[in-house]
Nanobody
Framework: QVQLVESGGGLVPAGGSLRLSCAASGRTFSYYAMGWFRQDPGKEREFVAGISGIGSITGYEDSVKDRFTISRDNAKNTIYPRMISLKTEDTAVYYC????????????????????WGQGTQVTVSS
């Protein structure tokens, strides 16, 4: 059974940084695309960053493009979004997702492209 467990969230002042982690288990994830999304209460879950399974192609939502970096360690079945220069509007629950239906030759932005989700980790940026 596929499981995704996020960690690394917390309270950070504006301008600070965090590194989240998403540990995957249940199968080998080296070839699968993975992504990060975030959700504020009352809002839709939105794409933040994605990474392909093959070649580590990455993509970002425009508002985080120069501040977030996503990487993966296939030996650990883990992906890491590194977030710097955090803003209050980055406050949200952050979710990890994996697409297992195909080999991940690219990254994906849409929620329906992903097959499994983690439970989320809260990131709160204070002003």
């Amino acid at each position: 059974q596929v499981q995704l467990v996020e960690s690394g969230g917390g309270l950070v002042p504006a301008g600070g940084s965090l590194r989240l982690s998403c540990a995957a288990s249940g199968r080998t994830f080296s070839y699968y695309a993975m992504g990060w999304f975030r959700q504020d209460p009352g809002k839709e879950r939105e794409f933040v960053a994605g990474i392909s399974g093959i070649g580590s192609i990455t993509g970002y939502e425009d508002s985080v493009k120069d501040r977030f970096t996503i990487s993966r360690d296939n030996a650990k079945n883990t992906i890491y979004p590194r977030m710097i220069s955090l803003k209050t509007e980055d406050t949200a629950v952050y979710y990890c997702a994996v697409r297992t239906r195909t080999v991940g030759l690219t990254y994906y932005r849409a929620r329906y492209e992903y097959d499994f989700w983690g439970q989320g980790t809260q990131v709160t940026v204070s002003s």
